[in-house]
């Protein structure tokens, strides 16, 4: 699991939220926010932001993590 998913798993959780009341509040499909937990490698960066974007996160270029 990356650490983007398990960001936005955390978050989500302290905030109260099921992955289908996440999905509603940030326009994302409910398929979607599954699999992002779930460290799909193969994710929309678009839509991560946006998922990130509740939490008033980003993701940025970067060098990868080893």
């Keep these: 699991m990356s650490a983007i998913s398990k960001f936005i798993k955390k978050k989500r959780r302290e905030a109260g939220l099921t992955q289908e009341e996440f999905a509603i509040r940030s326009g994302l499909g409910l398929r979607f926010v599954r699999e992002l937990e779930h460290g799909k490698e193969t994710v929309r960066m ?19 993590d080893e």
């Design 46 to 64: 678009d839509k991560v932001n946006q998922a990130l974007s509740m939490f008033g996160m980003e993701a940025v270029p970067g060098k990868k």
